[in-house]
C-alpha cells in the first residue's frame, strides 16, 4: 500500500486536527494491513479502499481526543473491527481498553492485532454488555459505542457500569443523535459535534448523572 505509508497518510489525520507520531503512524499501518486482509474472509467493516478506511474508521474515531480528555478506563461497546476503542489506544496509549464484541472471530481479530501493535492494558470480552454489566459495575471512566443502536436499557446498562460523572460517547448521525438527546436516562447531553468533512456524522457526548 505505497500510496497509504505513513509519511503519505498523516495528512489525511491533519485534517481532523490531528497530529500522530511516526510510531503511531507505523500502528496504523499495520492495523490497517491486519484489517484489510481479515476483512477478505470475515465481514469486519462494509469499506474497502485503504484511503476511505483511514478517515472514516481511524481519524473519526480519534476525533473523540480533540472533544473530551482521554483518560482512565475506558469500555468499547459492541467493538467490531476495533473502532473506536483500539483506535483511541492508538492515539492515547495510556488508556485501559475493555473491548466488547459477542463474535468469536471479531474477537480473535481484535487480540491479534492488539498483540501485534504490543498494545498493553487491553482486554476483549467476548460478550453483550448486558451479560457483563454486575461484573464490571462502576468500573469505567468513559464508555463508546458506534453503530450501536442506543435504547434505553442501553443507557440503563452503561450508566451502571460507569464510574461517578463518567461519559458516554456515541459515534452516530445528527438524525439519529436527536433521538438519542431526548433519552434522559441518568445522562446530561452536550450539543452533538460535526464530524469534520462529513455533513451527517456527529459525535454525541453525554455525562452520567444518576
Not at 505513513?6 to 495528512?11: G, H, I, V
Not at 501485534?116 to 468500573?139: F, K, P
Not at 459505542?145 to 452516530?172: H, I, M, N, W, Y
Request: proline content about 5%; glycine content about 8%; hydrophobic content about 45%.
Amino acid at each position: 500500500m505505497p500510496e497509504f505509508a505513513p509519511a503519505s497518510f498523516a495528512r489525511e489525520f491533519a485534517a481532523y486536527n490531528l497530529q500522530l507520531s511516526s510510531a503511531q503512524l507505523s500502528q496504523v499501518e499495520t492495523y490497517l494491513d491486519f484489517l484489510l486482509r481479515w476483512n477478505r474472509r470475515i465481514n469486519l467493516t462494509a469499506i474497502r479502499q485503504p484511503g476511505r478506511i483511514i478517515r472514516e474508521l481511524f481519524a473519526e474515531s480519534m476525533y473523540l481526543g480533540t472533544i473530551l480528555p482521554l483518560s482512565g478506563r475506558l469500555l468499547d461497546i459492541g467493538s467490531g473491527a476495533g473502532f473506536p476503542g483500539l483506535a483511541l489506544k492508538i492515539l492515547q496509549p495510556q488508556l485501559a481498553v475493555t473491548l466488547v464484541e459477542s463474535n468469536q472471530r471479531k474477537c480473535t481479530f481484535l487480540e491479534e492485532v492488539a498483540s501485534a501493535l504490543h498494545l498493553s492494558d487491553v482486554t476483549v470480552e467476548r460478550a453483550r454488555l448486558e451479560e457483563i454489566v454486575m461484573d464490571v459495575r462502576g468500573r469505567f471512566d468513559l464508555a463508546t459505542t458506534r453503530a450501536v443502536d442506543v435504547s434505553l436499557p442501553l443507557l440503563t446498562d452503561v450508566s451502571s457500569v460507569l464510574a461517578g460523572g463518567g461519559k458516554l460517547a456515541v459515534f452516530t448521525t445528527s438524525a439519529a443523535a436527536s433521538k438519542v438527546a431526548i433519552l434522559k436516562l441518568g445522562f446530561e447531553w452536550d450539543p452533538p459535534v460535526d464530524v469534520p468533512g462529513t455533513g451527517r456524522r456527529v459525535i454525541l457526548v453525554g455525562r452520567k448523572t444518576s
